[in-house]
């Protein structure tokens, strides 16, 4: 065992949060300040120091490969019984527990995790069933607009930790608060703005703020809430600044005007598609149990419902799991902090339960996936005993590097510092050997700013700096996209990777587009065809002149006929056409890989 040397290692801010064993502990650690080595420890320590067992300690973590590198920390610092700590994802600390307690879920049935196109066939199968009038079940080409969307809210509701029934129960709540401010506002804001709008507006904020019947979950802020706090900004920045601009900036971020003119709240339309939805969402549940599947999401939020409705399950992973750890906190989301919640909801420990988290709110990346940094933000209130321990040694990076990323950074505003007194996380630099620094350019343009970049590059090559040694790091992909032709222009060589997927690249697309067009045709759906084949030949892939696919066009209009008909008696295109019109007589017995082989312009 390694644990004594590890130990000597720390410093005496990893030290505190390793040896602070019992009860709530929040670590605030900063990057690079060594939390993967402080986890691995301190379950050491815990094993050292307690009569707890390795499979009663619970680490969760984000990714497979952070789960990975603590269990190979683990290894390390206590040998094999590393393998007998439970290290999980979220994702797979769920799957675990529906595997080992099968008898809470499905009826004991055997369940199988269902993969995208099993999820969009039964979306779609539930999509054919409604109604014409249905507000989301609108159709282009075949397609349901909504349908992708739908799985994606789905997703987010999950994530959320909501049920269709308790989506209702919001749904039904969001109407009340609705119709009492629509009541109180309408007649405000239907006249003019004026100077006395936010003194006349502000009366009702408290009756809107009370107008929600009851808080149906915890982790939902009330649309009563919401709307009050909103109100109440603009209300105070019109007072103070005596101007109208916020209460008319209010009026267009809340109300529209409906058919008939009056003065209603935007989320009244949010609220019908939710309501539809709401439908939706319980179908697909009943499909997905009805076909033994269930999804990505369901790993968890079918876990933290069994949890709660089972008191005994509860009860069983509350004894297991004696001590838990969850690295990267701030990127929890609601249904994440359920599953804490019920794991540390024990009498036996009251408000002391073994807990520690180790997180960053100003690292939260995932809100893309439904992340809520409010759960880093309110941990004190949800467990009042807690206990802080911030690291601010900086391992990774230089001074310099440390204060231009602090000076930005503290223009945030829903920050711990701002939330916690006598709260400092500036970081120190513990590498003393790298040499580094850092300065702000700033352009007037964007075109500006690549230009100078690609210059300065460009400069840096030409004193000798090695190519290899420049990195360009941007926020997002197109981004990059954006900077090539500079780069091609400068004759600066790039190498740019990056992950795709492969259903949106376009000779796939064109593919997919190809292989419906085919199916139309083969259908006797020529409008579907007419519409297709523009978009479709205009493709680089198959070398037409621009000129030629425009004289094509013209024909087409000025003769009132389907373009494929023009193409027949068209000798540029009369080959293309026939390959067509063969291929989609072959649809049915033959597939589409070995025509489109053998097909050339």
Not at 471 to 486: D, G, K, S
Not at 493 to 504: I, Q, S, T
Not at 527 to 535: G, T
Not at 557 to 584: C, G
Request: some cysteine; glycine content about 4%; proline content about 3%.
């Amino acid at each position: 065992m390694d644990f004594k040397k590890r130990y000597a290692k720390l410093n005496k801010a990893q030290k505190q949060a390793v040896d602070t064993i019992d009860g709530p502990v929040m670590v605030i650690a900063g990057p690079g300040t060594g939390k993967t080595e402080l986890l691995s420890v301190r379950t050491a320590n815990i094993l050292q120091k307690t009569d707890t067992l390795p499979e009663n300690i619970l680490c969760l973590t984000f990714t497979d490969s952070g789960a990975s590198a603590m269990r190979e920390r683990l290894t390390e610092i206590i040998g094999k019984d590393a393998y007998k700590v439970a290290v999980h994802t979220f994702h797979s600390f769920g799957t675990e527990v529906i595997n080992q307690n099968g008898q809470y879920f499905y009826q004991g049935a055997n369940f199988h995790a269902a993969d995208e196109l099993s999820s969009y066939e039964i979306m779609r199968d539930i999509f054919e069933q409604l109604d014409y009038n249905n507000p989301i079940a609108k159709k282009l080409d075949d397609e349901y607009t909504h349908l992708s969307d739908s799985l994606k809210v789905i997703s987010e509701l999950k994530k959320s930790g909501l049920t269709n029934d308790e989506l209702l129960a919001i749904l039904d709540e969001n109407n009340a608060v609705i119709e009492k401010a629509e009541q109180l506002l309408s007649p405000i804001f239907a006249e003019r703005i004026n100077k006395n709008t936010a003194s006349n507006a502000a009366k009702h904020i408290k009756t809107i703020r009370l107008s929600n019947g009851g808080v149906i979950l915890s982790n939902v802020v009330p649309l009563s809430t919401v709307m009050a706090d909103s109100l109440e900004t603009a209300t105070n920045e019109a007072i103070s600044s005596n101007s109208t601009k916020p209460m008319t900036a209010w009026k267009s971020q809340w109300f529209q005007k409906d058919e008939k003119g009056n003065f209603v709240l935007k989320s009244r339309n949010r609220q019908i598609k939710l309501r539809a939805l709401s439908f939706i969402y319980g179908q697909y549940l009943t499909s997905m149990q009805e076909h033994a599947l269930y999804d990505f999401d369901d790993m968890i939020l079918s876990a933290v419902h069994a949890m709660e409705v089972f008191d005994d399950l509860r009860f069983n992973l509350q004894e297991k799991y004696q001590y838990i750890m969850v690295d990267e906190f701030q990127d929890t989301n609601m249904v994440q902090m359920r599953i804490l919640h019920n794991l540390t909801n024990n009498e036996v420990q009251g408000d002391t339960p073994n807990i520690m988290v180790v997180g960053d709110d100003d690292q939260a990346i995932y809100s893309f996936q439904g992340a809520d940094i409010s759960n880093i933000i309110d941990f004190q209130t949800n467990y009042p005993r807690a206990k802080h321990v911030v690291l601010t040694e900086n391992y990774r990076s230089t001074a310099d590097i440390l204060k231009s990323a602090r000076d930005i950074i503290l223009q945030g505003n829903e920050r711990l510092e701002n939330r916690i007194d006598g709260l400092d996380k500036s970081l120190t630099a513990n590498d003393k050997t790298t040499k580094a620094s850092v300065f702000l350019h700033e352009a007037e343009t964007i075109s500006d700013e690549r230009h100078w970049i690609v210059g300065d590059i460009k400069s840096r090559i030409k004193s000798g700096q090695k190519p290899n040694s420049i990195a360009v790091f941007t926020r997002r992909h197109h981004e990059i996209n954006m900077l090539l032709p500079y780069f091609s222009q400068a004759g600066i060589a790039v190498n740019y990777e990056r992950r795709d997927n492969v259903l949106e690249l376009a000779p796939i697309k064109l593919i997919e587009q190809l292989s419906q067009l085919l199916i139309d045709l083969a259908n006797g759906h020529h409008d579907e065809v007419n519409a297709k084949l523009p978009e479709i030949l205009a493709h680089k892939s198959w070398n037409i002149p621009p000129l030629e696919l425009w004289e094509l066009s013209i024909k087409a209009y000025d003769n009132h006929k389907r373009w494929l008909d023009v193409m027949a008696s068209t000798p540029e295109f009369a080959p293309l056409h026939n390959w067509l019109i063969q291929t989609a007589s072959l649809i049915e017995n033959t597939p589409l890989e070995p025509n489109v082989r053998y097909y050339y312009w």
